[in-house]
């Protein structure tokens, strides 16, 4: 079992920054990420960090977010930057064990509006 838990979610006017941050705790994992789902739209990766340290970005996150943290100390951040109202979304932390299971946080909310 592993649980999630995330924060940093809010309101931010266009052009700013965010930080939303995930600690997980339970299994071993082999890689956490942060997605993201838009009203109405399904849910797409924003970006994964692997226990190896590599980063892969989904096109949502690429550019302007950037992924860090570690799967040996169970925590990651995403650091978005420039944000624009098309940002706006629940933000979901996803970790993944060894053995293949997939487990999801709550998500928090991104709401971009002036």
């Known amino acids: 079992q592993v649980q999630l838990v995330e924060s940093g979610g809010g309101l931010v006017q266009p052009g700013g920054s965010l930080t939303l941050s995930c600690s997980a705790s339970?299994?071993?994992?082999?890689?956490m990420g942060w997605y993201c789902q838009a009203q109405g739209t399904e849910r797409e990766v924003v970006a994964i960090i692997r226990s190896d340290g590599t980063v892969e970005y989904g096109d949502s996150g690429k550019g302007r977010f950037t992924i860090s943290g570690d799967t040996v100390n169970k925590m990651v951040s995403l650091q978005m930057t420039s944000l624009k109202s098309e940002d706006t979304a629940v933000y979901y932390c996803?970790?993944?064990?060894?053995?293949?299971?997939?487990?999801w946080g709550e998500g928090t909310l991104v709401t971009v509006s002036s």
């Open positions: 339970g299994n071993i994992l082999s890689s």
């Open positions: 996803k970790s993944t064990t060894w053995c293949g299971k997939h487990y």
